[in-house]
């Protein structure tokens, strides 16, 4: 995976190649340093955990999908998962304004 680190010192950056456990290593040292890419889709968390990311663009189009899904569903099914439907709205806005989306 390539890695942006910081030097501590200089400030200067650079982009360099690491494993998920040199990367969990240094990530213990240097609390600034951040996954660039990976040569896998997604990438890994700071627990060394893979996660799958979806583009903004991909996760506004979910938005819309699930919007739609909504307005497909009756009344009844409405209210009877209201409180399912928000957490599923909330968390797709958390995707949408998290750091580690495309």
Do not use: W
């Not at 990530?27 to 990438?43: A, H, T, W």
């Amino acid at each position: 995976m390539k890695v942006k680190t910081t030097h501590p010192v200089t400030g200067k950056t650079k982009i360099v190649e690491m494993t998920p456990d040199e990367y969990r290593a240094n990530k213990i040292l240097n609390p600034g340093i951040r996954i660039v890419e990976d040569e896998q889709r997604g990438f890994v968390d700071e627990s060394g955990c893979r996660r799958y990311t979806m583009t903004l663009e991909q996760l506004q189009a979910l938005y819309k999908r699930f919007e739609d899904f909504i307005a497909d569903c009756t009344r009844q099914e409405y209210d009877e998962n209201k409180e399912s439907i928000h957490a599923v709205y909330a968390l797709i806005h958390q995707h949408i304004n998290a750091e580690t989306t495309n």
